[in-house]
């Protein structure tokens, strides 16, 4: 494929998801948001492939894939032009429940082919204390309110009783919806976007181009690796406290390095503790994929090519 389409592809990719950002700056009601910018933008597909993401706060992003593919899991066959999507349970891809997901489906004709995302923290999502966190929480349950995959727009039409209904759940429902509507617009700033570029380039075109720059970040990727030396390396972090008695909570890593792949074992870490410090997969695979990139070229485009290694 000529690389120059390639390259436009790739770097408009990056700006779609920029403007994303932009549009949710500027229209976030919360300090968190439109000062602290606790959110971050990304496109996958619906395998949920990480095509492209912004340089937000990277362990948003790493968990994305794994909301994304729950999504399209649970709605396949019911993702229509106009719907969109909510998440925030850590055990279907998201982060904490704090983090609450938009997603937009973008069509290829009457096929959908992609999310435009928006994961962005609240400022207080329900449970047991004011806020965001609790950290005397013993379950998830008391956090906050646990959303699963769930439409709140369908064809185009919010679903009101179930905006009531989270709304009703947290603190500040003028806040919540006001930066919920942020999110929903970045979205759709995404989906405005992608849908140009298909138009300008062609579906066939763009998609071949997507495609090649997956693979191109995958070979940029493994080059870096490779130049590392093999071998089965240990590390150890410590927390020193869980808050309920439980001291030098032990994280270990065994990392495997053989020509260009890498293999990360997190299964000799502490077990789970009666506390909120604890991760679920999609987190905690997230917070690997941000030690990668650090690693590697920061030229090379984080994306599913990326983490193939």
Same mark, same amino acid.
């Given at each position: ?13 990056? $700006? ?51 909301? $994304? ?67 005397? $929480? ?70 071949? $181009? ?16 490779? =130049? ?7 590390? =150890? ?9 439980? =001291? ?22 502490? =077990? ?38």
């Amino acid at each position: 494929m000529d690389p120059v389409v390639v390259s436009v592809v790739q770097h408009r990719l990056l $700006a779609i998801v920029e403007e994303m950002g932009e549009a949710m700056l500027r229209t976030a009601y919360s300090q968190i948001l439109n000062s602290s910018r606790d959110f971050s933008t990304a496109l996958c597909d619906l395998d949920g492939r990480l095509i492209a993401q912004a340089e937000h706060v990277p362990i948003h992003v790493g968990a994305l894939p794994f909301a $994304a593919r729950a999504m399209t899991e649970f709605f396949r066959g019911d993702i229509h032009p106009g719907d969109v999507f909510l998440l925030n349970d850590p055990y279907h891809g998201g982060n904490h429940l704090p983090d609450l997901t938009a997603f937009v489906p973008v069509f290829e004709g009457d096929t959908p082919r992609f999310w435009s995302i928006n994961r962005a923290h609240q400022s207080d999502i329900g449970g047991a204390t004011h806020g965001a966190y609790n950290a005397s $929480a013993t379950d998830i349950w008391q956090e906050g309110i646990r959303i699963t995959p769930l439409k709140l727009y369908d064809r185009g039409e919010v679903r009101r009783d179930v905006m009531q209904m989270i709304a009703t759940n947290v603190r500040h429902p003028r806040d919540f919806r006001g930066d919920l509507a942020a999110m929903i617009g970045s979205a759709h700033v995404g989906e405005r976007r992608l849908l140009a570029l298909a138009a300008e380039f062609g579906w066939e075109t763009a998609n071949a $181009a997507i495609e090649a720059v997956l693979d191109g970040a995958e070979r940029q990727t493994r080059a870096v690796i490779a =130049e590392w030396a093999d071998g089965v390396y240990h590390g =150890e972090a410590l927390l020193d406290d869980d808050g309920r008695g439980n =001291e030098d909570i032990h994280i270990r890593a065994t990392v495997t390095k053989s020509g260009s792949n890498l293999k990360i074992d997190l299964s000799d870490s502490h =077990e789970q503790v009666t506390s909120f410090i604890n991760s679920s997969y999609p987190n905690t695979y997230s917070a690997v994929v941000v030690a990668l990139s650090y690693l590697i070229d920061p030229d090379t485009p984080k994306n599913d090519g990326t983490f193939r290694p």
